[in-house]
């Protein structure tokens, strides 16, 4: 297990608008935090931290390596996000990632087990949001990410 700061951006670097940063938190926090996710007030902080924890789950699924997609289902209820997940890796920059490469980010996929590990160990955070006391720095959290040996890998994207 290893301490992972989230990537920082500039404001020039946010790709998100109030309403996509709403989706991708919800896509990435389980339904328990989307009515706290609904009621932080937007800032600039909040659109960074959430392009940093989605450049996270991107790039720990492809340092990890994924598998055929067995998550294919038409009534989707992550179809919106998964949109803009696709939309974001279209406009994301190259050397934001350490492990996806631009031929990876055409076709961009994550790992559920991923955004599962991310929303607990960065959950905390959110009413920090709330409260307007997010920190000053950048955010991290301790993240050792281990396939699941006796599960379905679900892959996103």
């Known amino acids: 297990?290893?301490?992972?700061?989230?990537?920082?951006?500039?404001?020039?670097?946010?790709?998100?608008?109030?309403?996509?940063?709403?989706?991708?938190?919800?896509?990435?926090?389980?339904?328990?935090?989307?009515?706290?996710?609904?009621?932080?007030?937007?800032?600039?902080?909040?659109?960074?931290?959430?392009?940093?924890?989605?450049?996270?789950?991107?790039?720990a699924s492809y340092k990890i390596g994924y598998v055929e997609a067995v998550f294919r289902a038409s009534a989707n209820p992550n179809q919106g996000a998964i949109k803009i997940l696709k939309e974001f890796a279209n406009k994301a920059s190259v050397h934001w990632f350490k492990n996806a490469q631009m031929k990876d980010l055409k076709n961009v996929k994550v790992y559920q087990f991923v955004l599962d590990l991310i929303a607990t160990r960065f959950k905390s955070q959110l009413p920090l949001f709330l409260a307007k006391l997010p920190p000053e720095g950048n955010f991290g959290a301790l993240l050792a990410y281990k396939l699941p040996l006796n599960s379905t890998n679900v892959i996103l994207g």
């Not at 940063?21 to 902080?45: A, N, P, Q, W, Y």
């Not at 960074?48 to 989605?54: E, K, V």
């Open 1 to 59: 297990m290893s301490f992972k700061q989230l990537k920082k951006f500039s404001d020039d670097e946010l790709l998100f608008d109030e309403k996509e940063t709403r989706v991708i938190l919800k896509f990435i926090f389980k339904g328990t935090e989307h009515k706290l996710i609904d009621s932080i007030t937007m800032s600039t902080k909040l659109r960074g931290f959430t392009q940093g924890l989605l450049v996270e789950a991107i790039d």
